[in-house]
């Protein structure tokens, strides 16, 4: 049976006139979108979608899954730790260990193995090649997000919002239908007057 269209939800007046904690909390963290870096605005945006109720979810035919996973990736990348390796060498470690290489990985990067950095301690740089060459795509992605260079961490970075950016922003524009105007008027009072005082 084929399923029905897609129909852009409207804003139900009634529904949502009375007080609403959870459309406060919603609405806040869009607002922090707003003005968070692009990869803390995906954060907050997923952090907004999991507010919503089961029957929300399937009504905007958002995938639940995909919002863990992109909340998931984008809080290791913000969180990324940095290492130094001597001299000017500074180097990323981002840990994808417990990620889902396919539904969580393979959907948005364009390679096994971003630019990485060799630890100080090991062996030698062909040593290092022998070694990647021989192992799993998930695996090559984890050894070399162990010491990412910073050329490395930035084109990761880039793969991963130029496919999660598009998504998120569909997902915070049928949020604004979740959310009464008098809401978006309130909690923007509440952040203009917390940033004057």
Not at 28 to 42: D, G, H, R, V, Y
């Amino acid at each position: 049976m084929a399923q029905p269209e897609y129909n852009e939800p409207e804003y139900d007046a009634e529904r949502t006139s009375t007080f609403s904690a959870s459309e406060r909390i919603m609405c806040s963290f869009l607002i922090e979108s707003l003005n968070a870096t692009p990869l803390k605005s995906i954060i907050y945006i997923s952090r907004a979608v999991m507010m919503l109720t089961e029957s929300d979810i399937e009504q905007y035919k958002i995938d639940a899954k995909e919002v863990i996973s992109l909340f998931s990736v984008s809080e290791r990348l913000v969180f990324a730790s940095e290492q130094n390796q001597g001299s000017s060498m500074k180097t990323y470690k981002i840990d994808f260990s417990s990620l889902d290489y396919d539904t969580q990985i393979d959907t948005w990067t364009k390679m096994n193995a971003y630019d990485y950095c060799i630890p100080k301690d090991n062996v030698g740089t062909e040593t290092n090649d022998m070694i990647i060459e021989e192992l799993g795509p998930f695996e090559k992605m984890v050894y070399s997000t162990k010491n990412l260079t910073d050329t490395g961490y930035q084109h990761m970075v880039s793969d991963f919002l130029m496919y999660a950016i598009p998504i998120t922003q569909k997902w915070a524009y049928l949020l604004t239908t979740k959310i009464s105007p008098s809401t978006y008027t309130e909690m923007l009072k509440v952040y203009k007057g917390s940033r004057d005082d």
